[in-house]
């Protein structure tokens, strides 16, 4: 599976993260949060390079409380400010609050990734008297500290070259993952400080720091969270809610878990009708997904990376089952759809030319040292694990499922209620499981391929959003900078939030499917 336990809102980092996967790792920004500087932004010099076609661009770091509530020591995160092309009167900004995950980075770091983000919003926010600001979350990207445990990042690339068992893979795995985090507690870390309540304390005090009387947020997947809560405690300080693929915080469990964690498989296996260049599916899908998992698992096809962890080579042993935890991040977005019957009917030939790119973009997630897998593991302790019956859905998963399914089905929504203790004990907070209801106009963008955060979860919660509009295209997890329908909508929104404007007209290149 997909770094740490591919969790049910863990998972939402991963669309995100497939933009950037082609770029290096960044330096190194691990280091301990500062025990002397003053709380508050700070203007410091922009570690890219920008051409003379960009805007205006001014960056900073916010230095806020590890613990909001004790006053402890000082972290900080980035915050880059695109300032709006026009000399019109300015209109609310709008935030990106991070990539999602939670736990994913931004990857700011990185001077083409900076430039391909502020691009998707040029028209729609930029060129439309809005400002626009980024950031990474506290504990992500170039957050400092970013909490990394290159230990697990071994641990998952071993598991390509020589699979465990998945039960035997989890439990080492956590125990690294135990040991990352007493290791970090024992130099003073507050570990359980960082979840969602305390970014949106931070979100406010960069508001103040800022001095913006209102902004608009915009929250892809868990970053949605953040966007809502922030939203229900400072309902006067936001002007609009765009939230792309969100997951919500009243929704921590699952009618039937065993049919949500199928229904991407069944989706794949009906290809066609999610394939606009499909013609004619291949025959029996599910029958050859099954047979070439038998098959793999009996005779794996055996190949090389040429770049592995630190930049040595990777050989990596296809097993069925890697190849159907690879299938399932592929799922995540909308490629796999038209490559599909490509994949199954090479792989039945032994040939991996079109399933390559998978395992290769599957591999660069893992190793993507940006990713936080320990602040995911704090997010989801606080705000995720505390609201869900374990016991009642381990039992519905071990009764619907059987072997790798099961396995991976269990990795997935029971991870990391294992590692929670290390935490110590805390009381749920009430406010993470609360029904968030608001009149903030709010635009939803969403997939109907969507396997992270479905469809349906938006449609059971639009009533409680009296002013709300709802966009759906034919993609997958994070539809935000995929097509340039997606764009315009988001611009009509903002030019008249409380209008239901008619959608775009979705036009679709071979190079887009």
């Not at 599916?281 to 009996?298: K, W, Y």
């Not at 690879?326 to 019957?341: E, N, P, R, V, W």
């Not at 593991?377 to 859905?393: G, K, W």
């Amino acid at each position: 599976m997909i770094k740490k336990g591919l969790s049910l809102l863990g998972l939402a980092a991963i669309s995100s993260l497939l933009w950037y996967a082609y770029f290096p790792a960044s330096p190194d920004n691990s280091a301990s949060p500062s025990t002397a500087q003053q709380l508050g932004l700070v203007a410091q010099p922009c570690w890219f390079t920008s051409a003379d076609d960009w805007p205006v661009v001014n960056c900073y770091r916010m230095f806020v409380p590890e613990n909001h509530q004790q006053g402890t020591r000082t972290i900080s995160f980035p915050v880059i400010h695109f300032q709006r092309f026009s000399d019109n009167a300015k209109q609310p900004p709008v935030i990106h609050l991070g990539a999602g995950g939670p736990g994913a980075a931004m990857w700011l770091h990185n001077k083409y990734v900076v430039e391909y983000i502020w691009r998707d919003f040029e028209h729609s926010v930029l060129r439309q008297d809005r400002d626009l600001y980024l950031i990474d979350p506290r504990g992500t990207g170039m957050a400092n500290p970013r909490f990394n445990c290159p230990a697990v990042t071994r641990h998952a690339l071993a598991q390509l070259k020589n699979p465990q068992v998945m039960a035997e893979y989890v439990a080492q795995e956590s125990e690294l993952y135990l040991t990352c985090i007493q290791e970090l507690q024992q130099h003073g870390v507050d570990i359980a400080a960082y979840h969602s309540l305390s970014v949106i304390q931070d979100l406010n005090l960069l508001q103040q720091a800022l001095g913006l009387n209102e902004w608009s947020l915009f929250g892809v997947s868990y970053g949605a969270v953040y966007a809502l809560l922030y939203a229900d405690e400072y309902a006067d300080n936001v002007d609009t809610l765009i939230l792309d693929s969100p997951a919500f915080p009243a929704l921590k469990s699952m009618k039937d878990p065993v049919a949500r964690f199928l229904r991407p498989l069944q989706q794949l296996v009906n290809y066609c009708e999610f394939d606009a260049s499909c013609v004619e599916p291949i025959d029996a899908v599910s029958t050859r997904l099954q047979q070439l998992v038998t098959q793999l698992n009996a005779d794996p096809i055996h190949l090389s990376l040429p770049s592995g962890f630190l930049g040595s080579p990777l050989p990596v042993k296809l097993t069925g089952d890697t190849f159907m935890s690879i299938l399932y991040f592929a799922i995540y977005g909308h490629d796999i759809y038209s490559d599909i019957a490509k994949v199954i009917t090479e792989l039945e030939q032994r040939d991996i030319s079109t399933f390559y790119r998978y395992i290769d973009n599957y591999v660069e997630l893992i190793k993507d040292q940006n990713y936080s897998g320990i602040s995911m593991i704090s997010h989801l302790c606080y705000d995720e694990v505390p609201f869900v019956d374990h016991a009642r859905l381990t039992a519905a998963l071990q009764q619907g499922l059987t072997g790798h399914m099961r396995d991976g089905a269990l990795y997935t929504y029971t991870w990391p209620a294992d590692i929670c203790p290390v935490f110590g004990e805390t009381l749920p907070n009430k406010r993470m499981v609360q029904q968030i209801r608001t009149a903030i106009p709010t635009l939803f963008l969403q997939g109907s391929l969507d396997s992270v955060t479905p469809l349906e979860d938006v449609q059971q919660q639009l009533e409680y959003f009296s002013q709300r509009q709802l966009r759906v295209y034919p993609l997958a997890h994070g539809v935000h900078g995929s097509l340039d329908c997606v764009d315009e909508d988001l611009q009509a929104f903002l030019a008249a939030p409380l209008q239901d404007s008619e959608p775009a007209i979705c036009s679709f290149s071979d190079e887009d499917l």
